[in-house]
């Protein structure tokens, strides 16, 4: 399972995952989560909700198939747009994965994510490893 949300560093993660994916066989999970959808559901028009799931859906495929084309990795990513609470969300998702795949931010020596409390709430309630991938330079 790979958490992506379009950042430069989650991209990096994506593509860490599909070439560890591709070594080993087996396939990838490519998870984004609407958190704004979360807080503001009740506040937003229906249709402006379901405007951003649309958009958020073919944001993960268009990722993903740059991912594919960089990585040259073949097997089976499924793409899921969820709305909620990131960190909830990748941590249940973490019960049925070998492994859950986030990227992380350079701000200097420690990473701004791996530092993060988001982060530490993943890795203490995740039921498989967490790896935290370092954007690219």
Request: hydrophobic residues 50%.
């Amino acid at each position: 399972v790979v958490g992506v949300n379009g950042s430069a560093a989650s991209i990096d993660a994506l593509l860490w995952a599909m070439g560890h994916a591709g070594r080993r066989a087996t396939d990838v999970e490519a998870i984004w989560v609407l958190e704004h959808l979360y807080t503001a559901a009740v506040h937003a028009a229906i249709a402006h909700v379901d405007r951003d799931e649309a958009a958020a859906h073919e944001a993960l495929a268009f990722v993903v198939e740059r991912a594919r084309e960089e990585t040259g990795f073949d097997g089976p990513v499924t793409e899921t747009v969820l709305a909620g609470d990131a960190s909830t969300i990748l941590i249940e998702a973490s019960g049925a994965a070998g492994a859950l795949v986030m990227g992380s931010l350079r701000l200097g020596p420690v990473t701004e994510f791996v530092s993060g409390s988001g982060f530490r709430r993943i890795a203490a309630g995740a039921s498989c490893p967490v790896i935290a991938v370092p954007e690219r330079p």
